[in-house]
């Protein structure tokens, strides 16, 4: 009864905290209906949409190759780019800028995904996604959900993406159960933790407030509605935690092995998650013998590093057969693919993925156990250094904005459980600690609930702020040319009628600015982008003031850090 109880419990958390609002800002018919009149909705734009696709990827099949930050041709980043259908017709930038809010959500890595699994055609054994900055563990994963959804009839799949446009509502559906699959497996990945402590303590409570501490942290929440793959990472360093243990208890070579192909198959999904390898190896070494042969330590050490090899290159078997186009990719997408170069300073990670009282707990643990070194249990040396070799990374690597914490939301178990198993095992006044403990977790769950309205606001068209920023200017400001300064995708505009006015697209403010021309108003979501310094700020300050702001109900940051992609603050600037 009991275990069912528990069951039950973490089920209601995983749907309150992680799947109700996964489905914000997905492609959908009112907000097609925001972007044309339904008399133009027709096929002469699907084909003008299709063709500006095909244009994009003319040369390449790498979504971030696509940009046009990246591009040398005419497609490039322009100065400025002005797009007026009733004068020009349909442009190339016109049917590209109105493709995104029919097939993109809000947050823009999510559809680079969506290329790279329609570059996978198992019928053809292509399995090369093109894409580097998450593998083969996510996008073969991913693909065969979404498949077997398909066969149940609750998505449709369907290669010809003009059947999107024509039904931007499935396109949605797509986006909300692809979403579905990074918050199962993190769900069942918190479970699997919770049931560990459940089978160590003993304890419903401490398993209950486990999870709680990791279904309400901010991060979890937020990344758990993204269609990425960091909660898978989650769920595999989990297993990797229970591999290790396992192994120190026993010292069976089989569990190193084993923790070791997990790291593989967690770098083979997203390829900064390779560092997971460090954590069985201190494994090894807490756990190796005095006379042991070095010939026999680099053996079994070679042992592990060939299985953790051959798991990465079992889901991504292009890295062996296309090293070069691989390579290629790695430079093309930069840092974010080869190692987080923005982990974020300790504070924001103790405050928007830990929490505050999880971390002011974890500090002083910490200090004791290093002070009581020769007394810890072997499990708990190995986790407690493999803890602070992330807090060195994260701290020294380049502090950064909460957006970046989806890096290390994969650790979050681990300093959980570190907290949890040293609580639960203290044995004065025990029921005070238990006391304290619950009380933690109810503070997290209180602090947790402004996240989750934020992205229950960005399910509802009337609370969504891009959706009453778009109908409010389309109201409001009729016969108005609108500029902006960045690419007009969903992410940082709101969809207005593109085909009933002039736009204007610029490259940064100091274009902007230098224009003789400029546009009767500018919309910027979150902040004003590409602005070099406080003086082009003023400058632009001295062109344009403040007129309208559209913001969510609940702030539970400042836009400018962009944790949330999520109902971002909209705010209209009116030409002096």
């Known amino acids: 009864m009991k275990k069912a109880i528990l ?34 909705d027709t096929a002469p734009i699907y084909e003008g949409m299709t063709g500006a696709r095909n244009y994009v990827y003319k040369d390449t099949q790498n979504h971030i190759a696509a940009s046009p930050f990246k591009r040398t041709d005419e497609f490039r980043v322009q100065p400025r780019v002005e797009v007026n259908y009733p004068k020009q017709g349909g442009s190339l930038f016109f049917y590209n800028y109105l493709r995104h809010y029919y097939l993109c959500g809000d947050d823009p890595d999510e559809s680079g995904v969506w290329n790279a699994i329609g570059n996978l055609k198992p019928h053809k054994l292509q399995f090369n ?32 993406m003009k059947y999107y446009f024509a039904n931007p509502d499935e396109m949605g559906k797509l986006y909300t159960a692809a979403r579905s699959w990074s918050a199962l497996i993190g769900a069942l990945g918190i479970a699997l933790l919770a049931c560990a402590v459940y089978r160590k303590t003993g304890s419903a409570l401490w398993s209950l407030v486990t999870a709680v501490l990791l279904f309400s942290s901010p991060t979890i929440i937020c990344v758990s509605k993204l269609m990425k793959p960091h909660l898978l990472i989650l769920a595999l360093t989990v297993i990797v935690m229970l591999l290790v243990d396992k192994y120190l208890s026993g010292k069976n070579n089989r569990h190193l092995l084993a923790a070791l192909a997990v790291c593989g198959a967690a770098a083979g999904t997203v390829i900064y998650a390779g560092i997971l390898a460090v954590y069985p190896v201190l494994a090894y070494v807490q756990a190796w013998e005095r006379g042991r042969g070095w010939r026999t330590t680099l053996k079994e050490l070679a042992q592990g590093f060939a299985v953790m090899a051959a798991a990465f290159i079992l889901l991504n078997p292009y890295w062996l057969l296309e090293p070069k186009e ?104 025990r029921k005070a600690v238990a ?89 910027a979501t979150g902040t004003l982008l590409y602005v070099s310094g406080p003086e082009e700020k003023e400058a632009f300050l001295r062109a344009y003031k403040p007129f309208r702001e559209f913001a969510n109900s609940v702030e539970v940051m400042p836009d400018s850090w962009r944790m949330l992609a999520a109902n971002i603050t909209v705010y209209v600037y009116k030409k002096i």
């Open 7 to 40: 069951a039950g419990a973490l089920a209601l958390a995983a749907y309150f905290y992680m799947f109700s609002g996964i489905n914000w800002a997905v492609p959908s018919r009112s907000r097609v209906d925001r972007l044309l009149d339904p008399k133009l």
């Open 129 to 160: 996604p093109h894409y580097v900055s998450y593998g083969g563990g996510y996008f073969y994963t991913l693909a065969a959900y979404l498949k077997t959804l398909s066969l149940l009839n609750a998505v449709e799949l369907v290669p010809d």
């Open 326 to 429: 691989v390579a290629d990719n790695l430079l093309t997408a930069g840092h974010g693919a080869l190692v987080s170069n923005a982990w974020g300073s300790l504070l924001v990670f103790a405050r928007y993925t830990l929490g505050t009282v999880p971390a002011a707990v974890f500090a002083p643990l910490a200090a004791y156990s290093l002070f009581r070194w020769k007394e810890l249990p072997p499990h708990r040396k190995v986790l407690l250094q493999f803890l602070l070799l992330l807090l060195y990374s994260m701290g020294s690597i380049s502090p950064d904005i909460p957006a970046n914490m989806r890096f290390v939301a994969f650790a979050l178990p681990l300093y959980v459980f570190f907290v949890v198993d040293w609580a639960s095992g203290i044995r004065a006044a």
């Open 435 to 523: 006391a304290a403990a619950v009380l933690a977790a109810l503070l997290s769950m209180y602090n947790a609930r402004a996240y989750r309205v934020y992205f229950l606001n960005a399910c509802d068209d009337a609370t969504d702020t891009k959706m009453q920023a778009g109908a409010w200017i389309d109201s409001n400001l009729r016969g108005a040319s609108v500029g902006h300064t960045a690419d007009l995708i969903p992410f940082t505009f709101p969809p207005l009628r593109l085909a009933e006015r002039e736009l204007v697209v610029y490259q940064d403010v100091a274009t902007l600015v230098a224009d003789k021309n400029k546009p009767d108003y500018i919309v």
